[in-house]
């Protein structure tokens, strides 16, 4: 990207100074907001424990430090994390959890959420435990408070409704008047033993999304919504295709218009305006030229990646036992094939936004991302900053599924504001979400495996080319085996996505499990189990086949049943379907999916049928017809007239089976959920078809199982 | 730049903003009426949709002009005296939403069509609703919210 250098030109410090605004929060102020009151802070290190006492003294607040809560003198309780709400419903779930460990009802909790300057540095890949183990060591805090105060032991007190109650005397205190209204910080490092989900009353229960009536009138404010006084309205120019340099460039028209100004800085070229209307009719009347220089496109992407290796990034197979080639040898049965992925946009609904204001030298951002610290850290190398002087907040958004994990508007806003010097909201159009943000990485599978003639797997050989290494190994018993990933030079820019690229290998592995069970004669899903071991993932299959009935379905040629399954970060799923196949046009209809689902302990039943259930309907598309066309540079369908995503029609019947494991920690159920749809899909075309489709996404012409697809073939 | 009489959620504001400036651009930038939203300004994705006259259109889609003489309703003239409308009182029911950008749109798009329809079948629901995405995929439980705000509505409730 060549706007991430540092926007020092002649150009902007020609424009007049940032006018000194109202302030923002820093870090030193971050106690006098919260009052008196009880400060909690949570850290893995006893290191930092032992120098609580100057807390917060310093600009910086201490990367250690993982978690911090604070209880009011009402008993209001107000937890801080630096992870973020973007539609999974963390914001209940996580309220939830520490409801149950520090004994409050749900409703005294307040979730401050991805804010730099008010929250614990956090680059969403700390587990959610951190918070509900702070809880907990909290509540064991007050105990001690509590006794030392009316001089009985913490043994003999207990903790419940945001009171700590001494029942032989009689007498009780809440939280909040334990500390007198005085200023209290404490830090706790001991793990504290969290309750067992056998014994959760608030965690485990359907708890309605927090806020949720904000959602439905419209109150919210995303982002996008961000309004500050004296705001102009930014965009940006873009130039006609990847990597293209600019050869001309007219801005005249643009200039005159009332109010605008035009930024310009090597290739960048921006402009604000007081309005936003008039800042893309600004935008419309620049003449630019650039040169784009020839690139690669859809056709041969597969052969591409295959032969052209980022070879910095491979070190070596994931995974080798045995021989697979011996074992290859003396397999009875075997089978090759090679799968395939296409790029696919996350495609939010609320595309990238940003709201940017400077003063006093301190940036400050309000931005849609997944990684507020990461967007912070982009600013601070974007702009020279130190970390006290930025700060991002990221109220929540209109999701990102893993497509919004760097801060593109964040830093054009902030170097318009910057060169305005007033604050400036930019929002990036759909086309342009759908060509300057990032992409799911395509990829190439290839898999070879053998068995014996009584479905026993022998040998199994997984590549993975550009989509990931992600649930790259198999779980099921193979004594020979070769896994590995292979990273390529991808022609677009690709990163994360929801699942990454488990999805990829999922769909590849359990369509040539389905292939495999076909050559040995098997049922599908007595082929897993036969080959499988793991009692989570047995569970799964079994609950999903149940629920489906399966072993009572036969398919025809117009009714395919198939199944598939997997475990990744935590989370073991089975999907069955059921799909439709018109005899006439061959239209793929998805009629029913059962999907069984178990990560340990369920904290909120209500919100993770959403999660699985939408993960599914959003797994449709990426099985079925999502795709990004590109050549030279240039993506080919920005528009969702032409980037088919699923709606209401494509929705089939969705049957959730939950599996609670009380006895197992509670994982997250964001992404692997997903995995399960594309190739559960695909073995039903196949079982009614005869046709394996091994290319996602498997019916992009709206669905004719069997014809190539011009697109995507290499 | 011109001035406009826009007559939104029932009270009369006046604007002054370019005549083909979209209504969506007008709520949102000039009205601070942000609950309505820019998905794609294309018309495809539902997420901009406001009443005009009590039927459901694409904003990003209306100029500010052609909208002048119309009833604008948008999701934030929906509750009446602090009471949610059925609708909203059904998807939050429901539980019908997830990151919830598209639920202004939703809403707006299901009042409209349980005014024409009291008592919509799936199909019809599905039908009318199939221009709306919700990216999170909540459609089967945007369904039932519909559904029940239809009963809600038979039963008398919020009228």
């Not at chain 1, 008039?278 to 990646?305: E, H, M, R």
């Not at chain 1, 508007?409 to 305005?420: F, G, N, Y």
Request: net charge neutral.
């Amino acid at each position: 990207m060549n706007h991430r250098h540092a926007p020092t030109t002649e150009s902007e410090q020609s424009i007049s100074p940032a006018r000194p605004g109202t302030s923002t929060l820093d870090r030193r102020d971050f106690l006098k907001v919260l009052g008196g009151g009880l400060l909690i802070c949570f850290t893995h290190t006893s290191s930092w424990a032992q120098e609580s006492g100057r807390a917060f003294g310093g600009h910086e607040l201490p990367k250690e430090l993982s978690a911090w809560l604070h209880i009011a003198s009402d008993g209001r309780v107000k937890v801080f994390t630096g992870k973020v709400e973007v539609g999974q419903n963390i914001r209940t779930s996580l309220a939830q959890l520490v409801a149950e460990e520090l004994r409050v009802p749900f409703d005294a909790i307040t979730m401050v959420m991805g804010d730099t300057d008010m929250t614990p540095w956090d680059m969403g890949t700390f587990g959610s435990r951190t918070t509900p183990t702070m809880a907990a060591a909290a509540r064991q805090m007050l105990l001690e408070v509590a006794a030392e105060r009316w001089h009985v032991a913490p043994a003999s007190l207990t903790a419940a409704e945001g009171k700590v109650t001494d029942l032989q005397n009689s007498r009780s205190l809440a939280y909040g008047e334990l500390t007198r209204g005085e200023k209290l910080v404490k830090t706790v490092s001991s793990a504290e033993s969290l309750m067992t989900a056998t014994q959760w009353k608030v965690a485990g229960a359907a708890v309605p999304k927090a806020e949720g009536r904000d959602f439905v009138t419209g109150k919210h404010k995303y982002p996008s919504d961000i309004s500050l006084p004296e705001m102009m309205f930014g965009t940006v120019l873009r130039p006609d295709g990847f990597n293209a340099t600019l050869v001309s460039l007219e801005t005249g028209v643009a200039e005159k218009l009332p109010g605008v100004h035009v930024v310009r800085d090597g290739d960048f070229i921006g402009l604000v305006a007081p309005d936003a209307f008039t800042a893309q009719q600004a935008l419309s009347t620049i003449q630019a030229k650039w040169d784009v220089p020839a690139q690669s496109s859809n056709q041969g992407l597969f052969a591409y990646l295959k032969n052209n290796p980022e070879s910095s990034r491979n070190d070596g197979p994931e995974h080798v036992s045995g021989s697979v080639a011996q074992a290859m040898e003396a397999a009875d049965l075997k089978l090759e094939e090679q799968y395939t992925v296409a790029y696919i946009a996350h495609a939010p609904l609320e595309p990238r936004a940003a709201v940017a204001q400077w003063t006093d030298g301190k940036l400050t951002v309000w931005t849609g991302t997944q990684r507020p610290f990461g967007v912070r850290d982009e600013l601070m190398e974007a702009f020279h900053l130190p970390p006290a002087q930025v700060r991002v907040i990221q109220p929540d958004m209109g999701s990102g599924y893993g497509g919004k994990h760097t801060g593109e508007a964040a830093i054009e806003a902030a170097r318009l504001a910057k060169a305005a010097g007033k604050p400036v909201k930019v929002v990036w159009t759909r086309s342009e979400e759908f060509t300057w943000a990032y992409l799911r990485p395509a990829g190439l599978i290839e898999i070879r495996a053998g068995a014996r003639r009584d479905g026993t797997l022998v040998a199994w050989e997984h590549h993975n080319y550009n989509s990931g290494p992600a649930a790259i190994g198999t779980p099921y018993n193979v004594a020979n085996q070769l896994i590995q990933y292979h990273a390529a030079k991808s022609p677009l820019r690709q990163g994360s996505y929801r699942g990454l690229a488990s999805t990829a290998n999922h769909f590849a592995r359990e369509s040539h499990m389905d292939c495999m069970a076909h050559v040995v004669g098997m049922d599908p899903l007595e082929f897993r189990l036969k080959n499988l071991t793991d009692s989570r993932l047995q569970a799964v299959f079994r609950a999903a086949a149940a629920k489906f009935a399966w072993g009572h379905l036969k398919s025809t040629p117009e009714r395919g049943f198939g199944i598939a399954g997997g475990v990744d970060k935590g989370g073991y799923v089975a999907t069955c379907s059921e799909v439709e196949i018109d005899p006439a046009t061959k239209r793929v209809r998805i009629r029913r999916v059962v999907q069984a689902w178990e990560c340990g302990a369920i904290v909120n039943p209500d919100g993770l049928r959403n999660q699985l259930t939408g993960a599914i309907v959003q797994g449709i598309g990426g099985a079925l017809f999502e795709r990004i066309l590109f050549t030279n540079g240039r993506i080919l369908n920005p528009h969702f007239a032409q980037y088919r995503v699923p709606r209401f029609s494509d929705t089939p019947q969705i049957e959730i089976v939950l599996v609670d494991r009380k006895d197992l920690p509670s994982a997250g159920a964001g992404e692997t959920g997903l995995v399960g749809l594309a190739p559960a899909v695909g073995n039903a075309i196949f079982a009614a078809s005869g046709i394996r489709l091994p290319n996602m996404p498997m019916a992009p012409q709206s669905g004719v199982p069997g014809e190539p697809d011009p697109g995507l073939r290499s | 730049m011109s001035d406009f009489d826009l007559n939104v959620n029932g009270t009369h504001l006046r604007v002054s903003a370019p005549s083909e400036e979209t209504l969506l651009s007008v709520l949102r930038n000039r009205l601070n009426l942000t609950g309505t939203k820019y998905g794609c300004g294309e018309g495809q994705c539902g997420a901009c949709t406001v009443l005009l006259d009590g039927r459901a259109t694409r904003s990003c889609l209306v100029s500010v002009e052609s909208a002048a003489n119309a009833k604008i309703v948008t999701i934030e003239g929906l509750e009446q005296d602090g009471k949610l409308s059925p609708v909203q009182q059904a998807f939050l029911d429901e539980g019908a939403f997830q990151c919830g950008y598209c639920t202004s749109g939703m809403i707006l798009g299901a009042t409209s069509l349980l005014h024409e329809q009291h008592s919509p079948t799936e199909e019809q629901i599905v039908e009318e609703m199939e221009g709306h995405i919700c990216r999170c995929g909540t459609y089967p439980r945007i369904v039932d919210a519909v559904k029940r705000a239809s009963r809600l509505l038979a039963q008398g409730v919020g009228q």
